[in-house]
């Protein structure tokens, strides 16, 4: 069976938490993500970690699963 795991890039980057509680977020990671100033962000604490997840309307979500892999083991009754 082919190895499904991510190869997606990991930027590293380190920020400081101001003392209001806010962060920069790297250019790099700005630009990667091709965010905006005032761009809304979907905060979610996982384990001992936050993320911030970029809110998208629907019109700009089509498509963006094109290509993915589907094809992974299933258990029997999930078939």
């Not at 962000?41 to 699963?65: C, Q, S």
Request: aromatic share 6%.
């Amino acid at each position: 069976m082919k190895d499904l795991s991510y190869e997606l890039p990991i930027d590293a980057s380190t920020v400081t938490l101001s003392p209001k509680f806010q962060v920069v977020i790297p250019l790099s990671v700005r630009a990667a993500l091709r965010l905006k100033a005032g761009e809304k962000l979907r905060v979610i604490t996982y384990g001992d970690r936050v993320e911030f997840i970029p809110v998208k309307a629907m019109p700009e979500m089509r498509g963006f699963l094109r290509g993915m892999d589907t094809r992974i083991d299933r258990e029997d009754d999930r078939l």
